[in-house]
């Protein structure tokens, strides 16, 4: 996709802006992606006009690269949020599995290693943790100590295939976990660059509306071209939905 390829052409510009000059969006990003493509053509008619009151030339081709740019980034940013939505609802529906095993699996080696005292010092440390990352962390320890004691596990008729389960489940759920937590704790890349392209291309958007609103003070048709329609169509519905309240 050429606007992927716009993006990593850009990414060193983008990845420079500051995230204390990070702008909001008040609006869907996919609403002004398109805006601005419906701007750039707007600009490309008008061309002539913008020129005489001193617009760069080579802004509208830095709108069209920002745009394509903020376009790729928004697109990697809801794949990465739709990819983090399944993993924690794949935690969800099997979470309670990993716990119910993780008990079952303590409380038969509790039984087991009763009368053993470093055993049952381990299995009390086992226990300690209980964040779900501990849990997993329990699971992958309680089946290494109940292979290692196979005596005192069939003592208790404790069925060993148990461990192999627990081991499958720590494999699969690591996963799962790390999928589903993985921007918890620290700044999710893919949103700062979409936030940041964002940032970048609202500045030339807001120049070139300048250059227009200018332009075009007296066409007030004409001059709508340099607005956005999203948000003129929320104000008139607020307006109309006022006035409905009133009557």
């Given at each position: 996709m050429n606007e992927d390829k716009v993006l990593q052409e850009m990414l060193p510009e983008i990845k420079a802006v500051n995230k204390e000059d990070i702008k909001s969006c008040n609006i869907p990003i996919s609403v002004f992606v398109q805006e601005a493509g419906n701007l750039n053509e707007r600009v490309s008619l008008?061309?002539?006009?913008?020129?005489?009151?001193?617009?760069?030339?080579?802004?509208?081709q830095?709108?069209?690269?920002?745009?394509?740019?903020?376009?790729?980034?928004?697109?990697?940013?809801?794949?990465?949020?739709?990819?983090?939505?399944?993993?924690?609802?794949?935690?969800?529906?099997?979470?309670?599995?990993?716990?119910?095993?993780?008990?079952?699996?303590?409380?038969?080696?509790?039984?087991?290693?009763r009368k053993d005292e470093r055993l049952m010092e381990q299995i009390a440390d086992i226990e300690e943790g209980s964040s779900h990352a501990d849990a997993?962390?329990?699971?992958?320890?309680?089946?290494?100590?109940?292979?290692?004691?196979?005596?005192?596990?069939?003592?208790i008729n404790y069925d060993a295939a148990r461990f192999d389960t627990a081991d499958a489940m720590v494999s699969e759920?690591?996963?799962?976990?790390?999928?589903?937590?993985g921007y918890l704790y620290r700044d999710d890349e893919g949103k700062l660059i979409r936030d940041k392209s964002y940032t970048l291309l609202k500045e030339v958007v807001d120049e070139i509306r300048d250059y227009g609103r200018f332009v075009f003070r007296n066409d007030p048709e004409h001059v709508k071209g340099y607005s956005s329609k999203y948000v003129r169509d929320r104000a008139q519905a607020y307006?109309?939905?006022?006035?409905?309240?009133?009557?």
């Open positions: 008008d061309m002539a006009q913008l020129l005489e009151v001193g617009m760069p030339p080579e802004l509208q830095r709108l069209g690269l920002l745009r394509d740019a903020l376009f790729a980034a928004e697109v990697n940013w809801q794949e990465q949020q739709s990819e983090r939505e399944k993993a924690l609802a794949l935690w969800k529906e099997k979470s309670p599995h990993l716990y119910a095993l993780r008990k079952e699996i303590l409380e038969h080696l509790a039984f087991a290693f997993i962390e329990d699971l992958a320890r309680l089946a290494v100590l109940g292979a290692q004691n196979p005596e005192l596990v069939q003592a759920m690591s996963g799962v976990l790390s999928a589903a937590n307006r109309s939905s006022k006035n409905e309240q009133q009557v």
